[in-house]
């Protein structure tokens, strides 16, 4: 259901700002009438977004990063050599035991 914010005058004559969930605007009216409450906004709140910034990235490799790609700034290479040659050092390269068969005790 979605989240309606809304604004309003009680009995009293007081602001009263809240939000709750509601069908639709209708309803939000309805409610707001049956609490006797003259209606002075009401909008559909904005949804939330939850991303999350930095939760895979480690400091050590923005550093990494941000030194490499000052180095290849500072000698001309174009942008996007620039670019693949970082993401090339970025991967992950595979463990030295991964294409060798497992016969020795470091490999295990």
């Given at each position: 259901?979605?989240v309606?914010?809304?604004?309003?005058?009680?009995?009293?004559?007081?602001?009263?700002?809240?939000?709750?969930?509601?069908?639709?605007?209708?309803?939000?009216?309805a409610?707001?009438?049956?609490?006797?409450?003259?209606?002075?906004?009401?909008?559909?709140?904005p949804?939330?977004?939850?991303?999350?910034f930095?939760?895979?990235?480690?400091?050590?490799?923005?550093?990494?990063?941000?030194?490499?790609?000052?180095t290849m700034?500072?000698?001309?290479?174009p942008?996007?050599?620039?670019?693949?040659?970082?993401?090339?050092?970025?991967?992950?390269?595979?463990?030295p035991c991964?294409?060798?068969?497992?016969?020795?005790?470091?490999?295990?």
């Amino acid at each position: 259901m979605p989240v309606f914010e809304y604004t309003a005058r009680n009995v009293k004559g007081e602001i009263v700002q809240n939000k709750g969930e509601f069908a639709t605007r209708d309803d939000v009216l309805a409610h707001l009438r049956k609490n006797r409450m003259v209606v002075v906004q009401v909008r559909e709140a904005p949804r939330a977004f939850k991303i999350k910034f930095g939760a895979g990235i480690k400091t050590r490799d923005v550093v990494i990063f941000t030194r490499q790609f000052a180095t290849m700034i500072n000698a001309g290479l174009p942008l996007v050599q620039r670019w693949s040659t970082t993401s090339k050092a970025a991967t992950p390269s595979p463990t030295p035991c991964a294409s060798t068969p497992r016969r020795s005790a470091t490999c295990t």
